[in-house]
């Protein structure tokens, strides 16, 4: 394919902060097996990219480990492949995320060694199943600098997306605007850009040279409102799920239990890869009670369990009651405890007769490691 592929690990603005203390936003588990990267990674893989790099600033640790020699999306290539893009060790390395030009700046010898004529530039927290072909064709038809992938708005949202567009009938975009609540019609950028090679290194070197960081508002904008960039938009029509908060993760994680949800993004001709870590299968007591679940291998559950996602070795001890939870790797429920609206993350022990419940709107958290 004539394409590259980007993929930022890290979101600004981000507001998941209790799960991105000790990993980066790409690592977040997800749907029980998977890990938020896994889904763009994997629409790369299904679309013909054989060049990506993963971008990650810190805490990058468990991302490391779980792409690890990344065999499992066939990117363990002799040229080519997957390649993980850590900041430059050194002592002026800025922690904050200043914006994606200053991510991309470590980007920079990765770009220049592919031979694509295009890069697409990818954000991890945005959920779907999708061909990058068509998309790709109609940017170079379109003959735009850049083409943003993007969504169709009822208007039903009121939260602000980080990109809104209009467009005319030959989907040239004709209004941009950044954190931005949709109106019907609108079109939600999905973090999803195509741009050319060469544009996107020389923007990198004249931007970052000047300590102009932001892609969006300072390039993106900027040039577009100055009449100076062209941008092209391609409507993707598929399901999309957007992690911007923990809301959104902890509704979008028990959305997958419809089948209206799953079956789009979890589809035979395009599967979604992730690391394969052999278990046992799950072990279910006698006097256990499952309904509408996900439950990954590795879990022993002898209590009930209601409208839930259970990660891969997840104990369920009897007596417990789990209602509407999202219980992550390793997490332990003990006997008689009581569980609704519950985020654990991995590596947690719930203590015996423990009773917690949030809101479906407000879930309660509990930390990697901790003992409640």
């Keep these: 394919m004539n ?16 799960f991105t203390h000790d990993r980066n936003m790409a690592a977040i588990p997800f749907a029980g097996r998977y890990r938020l990267v896994d889904f763009v990674l994997s629409n790369m893989v299904n679309s013909g990219i054989t060049n990506v790099g993963v971008l990650a600033k810190q805490h990058y640790h468990s991302l490391m480990d779980h792409l690890n020699n ?25 922690k904050n995320n200043r914006g994606k030009l200053d991510e991309l700046r470590n980007a920079l010898n990765f770009l220049e060694n592919v031979s694509t004529p295009y890069v697409l530039l990818a954000d991890a927290y945005v959920i779907c199943n999708m061909d990058y072909r068509p998309a790709l064709a109609h940017h170079i038809d379109s003959g735009c600098d850049i083409t943003i992938i993007a969504t169709k708005e009822d208007g039903s949202s009121t939260k602000p997306f980080p990109s809104v567009m209009q467009a005319d009938s030959g989907r040239r975009v004709t209004s941009y605007a950044l ?11 999905m973090s999803h850009m195509i741009i050319s090679r060469k544009l996107l290194i ?15 508002r300072d390039f993106i904008q900027h040039q577009f409102n100055r009449g100076q960039l062209s941008i092209n938009l391609y409507a993707f029509t598929g399901l999309v799920l957007r992690i911007r908060d923990i809301g959104e993760y902890f509704q979008n994680s028990l959305a997958i239990l419809n089948a209206e949800v799953s079956h789009p993004l979890f589809r035979d001709d395009q599967p979604i890869y992730t690391r394969v870590t052999d278990e046992v299968p799950a072990y279910y007591g006698m006097d256990c009670s499952v309904s509408g679940c996900v439950i990954a291998d590795g879990c022993i559950v002898e209590g009930s369990v209601d409208h839930c996602i259970l990660s891969r070795g997840v104990r369920i001890c009897k007596g417990a009651t789990v209602k509407n939870c999202v219980i992550m790797q390793g997490s332990v429920v003990g006997e008689g405890a009581s569980l609704e609206n519950v985020i654990v993350d991995k590596w947690a022990t719930i203590t015996v007769g423990a009773q917690l419940k949030g809101l479906s709107s407000n879930p309660v958290i509990i930390r990697k490691g901790v003992t409640v």
């Design 70 to 94: 990344s065999q499992e999306w066939d990117l363990n290539r002799k040229n080519g492949g997957l390649q993980l893009l850590p900041p430059f060790a050194t002592e002026t390395v800025n």
């Design 179 to 189: 954190n931005y609540a949709a109106k019907a019609g609108d079109y939600a950028g």
């Design 202 to 216: 020389k923007i990198i070197q004249e931007y970052t040279a000047k300590g102009i960081y932001h892609l969006e």
């Design 3 to 18: 394409m590259s592929g980007i993929i930022f690990s890290e979101m600004y603005g981000n507001e998941l902060n209790e």
